[in-house]
């Protein structure tokens, strides 16, 4: 299984950016319980989740620092999952993970990430 990350960049406070995650070797269907996740890491802190949607997208949760600016989405028959972030703040300044977590057999999937760097 091999998850890419694809998006990051560097855009000013307010822009926007759309991250994508080509998944390989695992199939995004709506008939499992997988999680499709974003993380995200700043410099000299923890990695956190920001936001998660569930396979037949019935649940999505999102970290509050992220509601009503990002959207978290997966196209299942590309395989691909997306994370839209608008009104970006400094703040959101971070490498950015997708990952996959299968429900069985449990494992999971990490992305290499990619750089996410807002400027004000």
């Known amino acids: 299984v091999q998850l890419v990350e694809s998006g990051g960049g560097l855009v000013q406070a307010g822009g926007s950016l759309r991250l994508s995650c080509v998944a390989t070797g695992i199939t995004f269907s709506i008939n499992t319980m997988n999680w499709y996740r974003w993380y995200r890491q700043a410099p000299g802190k923890q990695r956190e989740l920001v936001a998660a949607i569930i396979s037949g997208g019935a649940t999505i949760n999102y970290a509050d620092s992220v509601k009503g600016r990002f959207t978290i989405s997966r196209d299942n028959a590309k395989n691909t999952m997306y994370l839209q972030m608008n009104s970006l703040k400094s703040e959101d300044t971070a490498v950015y993970y997708c990952?996959?977590?299968?429900?069985?057999?449990?494992?999971?999937?990490w992305g290499q990430g990619t750089q996410v760097t807002v400027s004000s």
């Open positions: 990952n996959v977590h299968q429900d069985w057999p449990q494992h999971d999937y």
